[in-house]
C-alpha cells in the first residue's frame, strides 16, 4: 500500500505521486505519514516537506504555511508559497 | 489624379495601417488567452483543496467563526468591482460594471450602504469620473494576477470586514467580475464572498434549487455535494485549522475571480479586435470600390472632352 500525494500552491501544482513516507512539520511538531494514517487535518507550520516515492527516491519541497489532509492515504500538501529543493 | 480620388486613396492607407494595428492586437489576444486558461486550471487544484478542506471543518465541528456567522444585521455591503486595466475590449469593462451598478441597486433597495472598490483603470476612472467614493483602488494587474495581488485585497477587505459598523467597516462582501466560460462567452457576475455559506452535505441538494429566504440569491457555496468526509482529526483543533484555512479559502477566491476576469479580458479583447479588423477590411474594399469608380469616371470624362473636342474640330475644319 502506498500513499497517494499532491503538494499544490495557490497558482499550481508542485508535484504529485505515489509515496511511501511523508513527513511534514506542523503547528504542534513534525508529523510523519505512512499509510493507513488516520484522517488528519493539521495547519503546515512552515519549513521542509519529505516525502519518500515509492521508489526511494526522497523529495523535498518548501512550503510555506497551509495546510496538510490524510484520508485514505491520500495526502494533500496544500501551501500558500511551495518549490521542490 | 483627381481630388476625389486622392482623398478615396488617403482613407485607405490609413485604414490599412489600422487595420494591422488590430491585427496584431488581435494575434497577441489570442496568444494570451491560452496562457490566462493555463493560470485558471492551473490555480483550481489549491481551490479544490481548500473547498473540501472548509466544507469538512464546517461539517464536522460546530465551530462558530465571524466569516461564516451570518451578521444579524446587514448594513453596509462592499462591492469589488474587477475590470480590466486597458480598453480595446469591446463592452468587457461596460458589462462587468453594468453587473456591478445592478447589484449596488439591488443592495440599497435593501437598505444597505454600500462601499465600492475597484480592480482595473478602467473600473477606477469609471467611478472617479463619476465622483463615486473609492474607498480602495488596485491597478496593474488585470492581465496577469498574482497570489500576492489576491492576498494584498484579500487583507484590506478582511480588516474593514472586521471593523465595526460605526468606524466604517463592512458586514459583507461582493465580488463584481466577469466568468470565463469559453472564449466566445464571458458572463459578467457576483458572489458574496463573506460571510461564507458552507453548506452541509444534507442540506446542500435542498438549497441547491431553493434560493435562501432574505437577502440576494447566493449562487457560490461551498458545496459538500453529497460527500461524506471521513472523520478528521484536527491539529491543533478546528478553531485554529479554521481560522487558518479561512483567509486561504478567501485569497483563493478573490485569485480565482481575478483570473477569470483575466481570461475574459483577453478573450473580449481578441473578438472586439477581430471585429475591428473585419471592418476595416470592409471599409477598404468599400474606400477601394468607390476609388475605382471615381477614376473610372475621370477617364470616361477625359474620353468624352477628347471625342467632343475632335468632334468640334471636325465640324469646323468641314466648314473651311
Same mark, same amino acid.
Given at each position: 500500500m502506498s500513499l497517494n500525494v499532491t503538494v499544490v500552491a495557490a497558482d499550481r501544482s508542485i508535484w504529485s505521486g505515489e509515496a511511501k513516507r511523508v513527513v511534514a512539520r506542523t503547528t504542534e511538531g513534525e508529523i510523519g505519514i505512512l499509510s493507513g494514517h488516520e484522517p488528519v487535518l493539521a495547519i503546515v507550520a512552515g519549513g521542509e516537506v519529505r516525502i519518500v516515492t515509492a521508489d526511494d527516491q526522497t523529495v523535498r519541497a518548501q512550503a510555506d504555511g497551509g495546510f496538510l489532509s490524510v484520508e485514505n492515504d491520500r495526502v494533500n500538501i496544500v501551501a500558500d508559497q511551495a518549490e521542490l529543493v | 489624379m483627381g481630388a476625389q480620388q486622392r482623398v478615396f486613396k488617403a482613407k485607405i492607407n490609413s485604414t490599412k495601417s489600422l487595420r494591422k494595428i488590430f491585427k496584431a492586437m488581435e494575434l497577441i489576444a489570442a496568444s494570451r488567452i491560452q496562457k490566462a486558461i493555463g493560470r485558471v486550471k492551473a490555480a483550481s487544484p489549491y481551490a479544490n483543496a481548500l473547498t473540501r478542506a472548509v466544507s469538512a471543518v464546517a461539517t464536522q465541528s460546530n465551530v462558530d467563526h465571524t466569516l461564516t456567522t451570518e451578521p444579524e444585521e446587514i448594513r453596509r455591503a462592499a462591492v469589488v468591482v474587477i475590470g480590466p486595466?486597458? $480598453?480595446? &475590449? $469591446? &463592452?468587457y469593462s461596460a458589462n462587468v460594471i453594468r453587473e456591478a451598478e445592478e447589484l449596488i441597486r439591488l443592495l440599497t433597495e435593501n437598505g444597505k450602504d454600500v462601499h465600492l472598490y475597484s480592480v482595473g483603470r478602467k473600473a477606477e476612472t469609471y467611478y472617479t469620473f463619476r465622483d463615486r467614493d473609492l474607498k480602495k483602488s488596485w491597478t496593474g494587474f488585470s492581465e496577469s494576477p498574482q497570489a500576492e495581488h489576491a492576498r494584498e485585497i484579500g487583507e484590506v477587505l478582511l480588516e474593514d470586514f472586521h471593523t465595526a459598523f460605526e468606524e466604517d467597516g463592512v458586514d459583507e462582501i461582493y465580488l463584481v467580475y466577469t466568468r470565463f466560460k469559453s472564449s466566445v462567452t464571458q458572463e459578467p457576475e457576483y458572489r458574496r !464572498?463573506?460571510? !461564507?455559506? +458552507? +453548506?452541509d452535505a444534507e442540506d446542500a441538494a435542498e438549497t441547491d434549487q431553493v434560493p435562501q429566504s432574505g437577502g440576494l440569491p447566493d449562487r457560490d457555496k461551498a458545496k459538500a455535494h453529497d460527500e461524506v468526509f471521513p472523520l478528521y482529526e484536527f491539529e491543533p483543533g478546528p478553531a485554529e485549522v479554521l481560522d487558518a484555512l479561512l483567509p486561504r479559502y478567501i485569497d483563493s477566491r478573490i485569485l480565482a475571480a481575478l483570473l477569470n476576469a483575466a481570461a475574459s479580458e483577453q478573450a473580449a479583447r481578441q473578438q472586439a479586435m477581430k471585429t475591428a479588423t473585419d471592418n476595416a477590411d470592409e471599409l477598404i474594399k468599400t474606400y477601394t470600390r468607390l476609388a475605382n469608380t471615381a477614376r473610372q469616371a475621370e477617364i470616361t470624362q477625359e474620353i468624352s472632352e477628347i471625342v467632343g473636342g475632335a468632334d468640334s474640330l471636325a465640324a469646323s475644319g468641314a466648314d473651311d
Amino acid at each position: 500500500m502506498s500513499l497517494n500525494v499532491t503538494v499544490v500552491a495557490a497558482d499550481r501544482s508542485i508535484w504529485s505521486g505515489e509515496a511511501k513516507r511523508v513527513v511534514a512539520r506542523t503547528t504542534e511538531g513534525e508529523i510523519g505519514i505512512l499509510s493507513g494514517h488516520e484522517p488528519v487535518l493539521a495547519i503546515v507550520a512552515g519549513g521542509e516537506v519529505r516525502i519518500v516515492t515509492a521508489d526511494d527516491q526522497t523529495v523535498r519541497a518548501q512550503a510555506d504555511g497551509g495546510f496538510l489532509s490524510v484520508e485514505n492515504d491520500r495526502v494533500n500538501i496544500v501551501a500558500d508559497q511551495a518549490e521542490l529543493v | 489624379m483627381g481630388a476625389q480620388q486622392r482623398v478615396f486613396k488617403a482613407k485607405i492607407n490609413s485604414t490599412k495601417s489600422l487595420r494591422k494595428i488590430f491585427k496584431a492586437m488581435e494575434l497577441i489576444a489570442a496568444s494570451r488567452i491560452q496562457k490566462a486558461i493555463g493560470r485558471v486550471k492551473a490555480a483550481s487544484p489549491y481551490a479544490n483543496a481548500l473547498t473540501r478542506a472548509v466544507s469538512a471543518v464546517a461539517t464536522q465541528s460546530n465551530v462558530d467563526h465571524t466569516l461564516t456567522t451570518e451578521p444579524e444585521e446587514i448594513r453596509r455591503a462592499a462591492v469589488v468591482v474587477i475590470g480590466p486595466d486597458r $480598453g480595446f &475590449a $469591446g &463592452a468587457y469593462s461596460a458589462n462587468v460594471i453594468r453587473e456591478a451598478e445592478e447589484l449596488i441597486r439591488l443592495l440599497t433597495e435593501n437598505g444597505k450602504d454600500v462601499h465600492l472598490y475597484s480592480v482595473g483603470r478602467k473600473a477606477e476612472t469609471y467611478y472617479t469620473f463619476r465622483d463615486r467614493d473609492l474607498k480602495k483602488s488596485w491597478t496593474g494587474f488585470s492581465e496577469s494576477p498574482q497570489a500576492e495581488h489576491a492576498r494584498e485585497i484579500g487583507e484590506v477587505l478582511l480588516e474593514d470586514f472586521h471593523t465595526a459598523f460605526e468606524e466604517d467597516g463592512v458586514d459583507e462582501i461582493y465580488l463584481v467580475y466577469t466568468r470565463f466560460k469559453s472564449s466566445v462567452t464571458q458572463e459578467p457576475e457576483y458572489r458574496r !464572498l463573506i460571510p !461564507l455559506e +458552507v +453548506v452541509d452535505a444534507e442540506d446542500a441538494a435542498e438549497t441547491d434549487q431553493v434560493p435562501q429566504s432574505g437577502g440576494l440569491p447566493d449562487r457560490d457555496k461551498a458545496k459538500a455535494h453529497d460527500e461524506v468526509f471521513p472523520l478528521y482529526e484536527f491539529e491543533p483543533g478546528p478553531a485554529e485549522v479554521l481560522d487558518a484555512l479561512l483567509p486561504r479559502y478567501i485569497d483563493s477566491r478573490i485569485l480565482a475571480a481575478l483570473l477569470n476576469a483575466a481570461a475574459s479580458e483577453q478573450a473580449a479583447r481578441q473578438q472586439a479586435m477581430k471585429t475591428a479588423t473585419d471592418n476595416a477590411d470592409e471599409l477598404i474594399k468599400t474606400y477601394t470600390r468607390l476609388a475605382n469608380t471615381a477614376r473610372q469616371a475621370e477617364i470616361t470624362q477625359e474620353i468624352s472632352e477628347i471625342v467632343g473636342g475632335a468632334d468640334s474640330l471636325a465640324a469646323s475644319g468641314a466648314d473651311d
